[in-house]
């Protein structure tokens, strides 16, 4: 499941571990979350902090590395 260079790539990553991806948009779709997970895996960060920022609301999604069978459990 590798990423083509170029493709896509992270807003920001914080202190080498944590993925910080934003968004504006009405709702997240499952390509966004297909997306993130692809971030994690490829990266093999920690955590990545989906965050959508649409008028009036503010959504924080953490999402975990699948990968990564310790940082599941310290992140719980």
Not at 1 to 27: A, C, H, P, Q, Y
Not at 38 to 56: M, Q
Not at 58 to 64: A, C, E, Q
């Amino acid at each position: 499941m590798g990423e083509k260079r170029g493709r896509n790539r992270v807003d920001f990553i914080v202190e080498n571990k944590i993925i910080l991806e934003i968004k504006i948009t009405k709702s997240l779709s499952k390509n966004i979350y297909h997306q993130c997970m692809r971030y994690l895996i490829n990266s093999n960060k920690e955590l990545l902090l989906l965050v959508n920022f649409y008028p009036e609301s503010l959504f924080i999604k953490r999402v975990l590395n699948p990968k990564n069978k310790s940082v599941n459990q310290d992140y719980q």
